[in-house]
């Protein structure tokens, strides 16, 4: 079928008109300018089909990387050796189970066929995001779940075994912290993977934002563990961490903004349900407020319980809100033909 006009001749106009701006109203860097799709398109319908995923698979999105990310955390901490250590390597090992079990759930209920995920296990295709993934998961799940089970019977003190779990626990948590790695971005290597534009318009930005975003929660939640245990060392260590992969998260989060800009693709987060999600919980709640809610509290000289507790909660929660509206925003850009069209111009795709 023939269009009126040649749409890949069509690279659109440079909007001069204002300075970009993230989704939350921020003027961005003068040089840059978002390129504006005026081709035609198809009578206004979508040229792509939005995917099917939904609230469902980005919680298992968020609940798989915060596993993850534990696991490795909790791997660092007992290679490191310090007793202060041992309650966040229990409890991030056992934060990583508590992901195993509760995101296989989510994944088969988001996949719409609770078989997809199995007929997936039958081969190994290193071209496929899914099979990789599926295979990820299930390595993740295997390692996490004995890494755990044998700390749990170690705490147990099952003698005269008590060594063996031990030495079982900490041989195990070396694959189970590669898998967690992989936990942790493979998922964006999925939606990235998909030709829907706000997923495949930054792969490699969507994955280190998602590991970066990972690694801040589920520090920030082990932190608080520690505060709980009132292992403090353990708890400032933790949060000094989680203060770096929070400053990575928003240094990432600035690049894709301005791919997003460029390949013109960032409609869907200028949409009023989005942009206050979008800027307003994943970046102000999800980086802002705990970067200086963290260096406030650094400031202070003696570290506030309640700005650590508010800082860490805030991450969380912005990790979670940021898989949400990652989701919902891309399938909405799937909708716009002309973010589609505006990101596979010449010289524009991925």
């Given at each position: 079928?023939?269009?009126?006009?040649?749409?890949?001749?069509?690279?659109?106009?440079?909007?001069?008109?204002?300075?970009?701006?993230?989704?939350?109203?921020?003027?961005?860097?003068?040089?840059?300018?978002?390129?504006?799709?005026?081709?035609?398109?198809?009578?206004?319908?979508?040229?792509?089909?939005?995917?099917?995923?939904?609230?469902?698979?980005?919680?298992?999105?968020?609940?798989?990387?915060?596993?993850?990310?534990?696991?490795?955390?909790?791997?660092?901490?007992?290679?490191?050796?310090?007793?202060?250590?041992?309650?966040?390597?229990?409890?991030?090992?056992?934060?990583?189970?508590?992901?195993?079990?509760?995101?296989?759930?989510?994944?088969?209920?988001?996949?719409?066929?609770?078989?997809?995920?199995?007929n997936?296990?039958?081969?190994?295709?290193?071209?496929?995001?899914?099979?990789?993934?599926?295979?990820?998961?299930?390595?993740?799940?295997?390692?996490?779940?004995?890494?755990?089970?044998?700390?749990?019977?170690?705490?147990?003190?099952?003698?005269?075994?008590?060594?063996?779990?031990?030495?079982?626990?900490?041989?195990?948590?070396?694959?189970?912290?590669?898998?967690?790695?992989?936990?942790?971005?493979?998922?964006?290597?999925?939606?990235?993977?998909?030709?829907?534009?706000?997923?495949?318009?930054?792969?490699?930005?969507?994955?280190?934002?998602?590991?970066?975003?990972?690694?801040?929660?589920?520090?920030?939640?082990?932190?608080?563990?520690?505060?709980?245990?009132?292992r403090?060392?353990?708890?400032?260590?933790?949060?000094?961490?989680?203060?770096?992969?929070?400053?990575?998260?928003?240094?990432?989060?600035?690049?894709?903004?301005?791919?997003?800009r460029?390949?013109?693709?960032?409609d869907?987060?200028?949409?009023?349900?989005?942009?206050?999600?979008?800027?307003?919980?994943?970046?102000?709640?999800?980086?802002?407020?705990?970067?200086?809610?963290?260096?406030?509290?650094r400031?202070?000289?003696?570290r506030?319980?309640?700005?650590a507790?508010?800082?860490?909660?805030?991450?969380?929660?912005?990790?979670?809100?940021?898989?949400?509206?990652?989701?919902?925003?891309?399938?909405?850009?799937?909708?716009?033909?002309?973010?589609?069209?505006?990101?596979?111009?010449p010289?524009?795709?991925?």
């Amino acid at each position: 079928m023939s269009y009126p006009g040649k749409i890949d001749a069509v690279s659109g106009p440079l909007d001069r008109s204002e300075k970009p701006r993230s989704p939350y109203g921020r003027t961005g860097d003068s040089a840059q300018f978002r390129r504006v799709y005026d081709g035609p398109t198809y009578y206004g319908r979508n040229t792509v089909k939005p995917s099917p995923f939904d609230w469902k698979i980005a919680t298992y999105i968020f609940v798989g990387g915060l596993a993850g990310a534990a696991e490795i955390i909790a791997t660092l901490a007992d290679l490191d050796g310090d007793p202060e250590y041992a309650d966040t390597v229990r409890q991030g090992r056992y934060l990583a189970l508590a992901g195993t079990i509760a995101g296989p759930p989510l994944l088969i209920a988001g996949l719409h066929t609770p078989s997809r995920w199995f007929n997936m296990l039958r081969i190994f295709r290193a071209t496929s995001p899914m099979s990789i993934g599926s295979w990820i998961l299930t390595a993740f799940g295997g390692f996490a779940t004995v890494t755990a089970a044998a700390h749990a019977a170690d705490d147990a003190g099952w003698r005269p075994r008590t060594r063996f779990f031990r030495k079982a626990a900490r041989l195990m948590q070396i694959p189970a912290a590669i898998a967690g790695a992989g936990m942790s971005v493979y998922t964006a290597a999925l939606l990235a993977a998909t030709s829907t534009p706000l997923w495949a318009a930054a792969p490699r930005l969507l994955a280190a934002r998602f590991g970066a975003a990972a690694m801040a929660a589920a520090s920030a939640a082990l932190s608080l563990g520690a505060r709980r245990r009132r292992r403090y060392a353990a708890a400032e260590r933790l949060e000094d961490f989680f203060a770096l992969a929070t400053l990575t998260e928003a240094l990432i989060a600035r690049n894709a903004n301005t791919t997003f800009r460029e390949k013109g693709v960032d409609d869907a987060l200028h949409m009023p349900r989005y942009r206050a999600a979008y800027g307003g919980g994943a970046e102000l709640l999800g980086t802002a407020a705990p970067l200086g809610l963290y260096v406030l509290n650094r400031l202070s000289g003696r570290r506030s319980e309640r700005l650590a507790w508010a800082g860490a909660l805030a991450a969380i929660a912005g990790s979670a809100i940021l898989r949400l509206t990652i989701m919902y925003a891309g399938n909405e850009s799937a909708r716009r033909p002309e973010s589609y069209l505006a990101m596979t111009q010449p010289g524009r795709s991925p």
